[in-house]
């Protein structure tokens, strides 16, 4: 199959430096409204990894993403955001970036070109066939990603990644390729932009969705969120006193006393208020 790297051909836009701020914001904003229907067009691969990943959780595993630079931080940014979101173990959803921690704020040279390090990084997490690995890549080329699946595949344990070129050796590499095909970039080859936008939206896609499915979200509310500043207890009191029809008193202490908006309304409604 052809290759061909669109996250790398030049900008449909021409002479940036002479844009008024007006002209810039309107066009970057023009680039970006292509973004969801770009992301619209793969569901049907994220459905068929979602359909992966929820069993294998289910059954105590675990969904690991890896990948470097942008998108090895937008895979940490979606896997630290559970456990206070569904209120889910730290170890349920776990980003690895080439690098390591350093790495997230920092550059660090070549470590995406390792053909080692990706596999390294998982084992340091006992990775098994257990699990699910998502490679996140706009590329689809990056050695540290794509090394990984492939010893991940040899272990027996289901890979799939979120890359931004059709038919590139990451989505080959993959046994669920999710492949969203968002063009050039309006600066050139700057895949932070239309590409790390399409993964931060399919990536909230694939953990929301296995959230709901695993049980973490009741009618449309977070009941398992972690009150961890005074606008999320807020929040959970409402919650409360919306489910069970109490007032903001009781809500507060029943939110309290349980310390969670689910147990609160579980104990009430079983007549241990």
């Not at 409204?33 to 068929?48: F, H, M, Y």
């Not at 084992?123 to 590329?139: F, L, M, P, T, W």
């Not at 977070?222 to 109490?246: A, C, P, T, W």
């Amino acid at each position: 199959m052809s290759f061909t790297r669109t996250t790398e051909q030049d900008s449909n836009y021409n002479h940036l430096e002479k844009m008024s701020v007006k002209e810039l914001i309107t066009n970057i904003n023009n680039e970006d409204k292509t973004v969801p229907l770009a992301v619209a067009k793969s569901l049907p691969q994220i459905e068929a990894l979602i359909e992966q990943i929820v069993p294998k959780l289910k059954n105590g595993g675990r969904l690991f993403y890896i990948g470097a630079g942008t998108s090895g931080r937008l895979g940490i940014l979606d896997a630290s955001e559970c456990p206070p979101t569904f209120g889910v173990s730290p170890d349920l959803v776990i980003g690895i970036i080439a690098g390591g921690d350093t790495a997230i704020r920092n550059a660090v040279e070549f470590a995406e070109d390792s053909t080692e390090l990706g596999w390294q990084d998982l084992q340091h997490y006992n990775v098994s066939d257990k699990d699910v690995v998502v490679g996140i890549a706009a590329s689809g080329t990056t050695p540290y990603v794509i090394s990984a699946l492939e010893t991940c595949n040899k272990n027996n344990i289901i890979t799939g990644c979120i890359t931004c070129n059709l038919n590139s050796p990451l989505a080959a590499a993959s046994k669920y390729p999710i492949e969203v095909i968002v063009g050039p970039e309006f600066v050139t080859g700057s895949s932070r932009m239309k590409a790390g936008t399409a993964q931060k939206l399919v990536l909230n896609t694939i953990t929301t969705t296995t959230m709901v499915l695993l049980g973490h979200v009741k009618g449309n509310k977070m009941v398992d969120m972690q009150l961890s500043n005074n606008k999320l207890v807020d929040r959970g009191v409402r919650m409360i006193m919306n489910e069970i029809n109490v007032s903001e008193e009781t809500a507060k202490q029943l939110l309290d006393k349980f310390g969670s908006v689910r147990l609160a309304v579980k104990n009430y409604s079983d007549g241990n208020p």
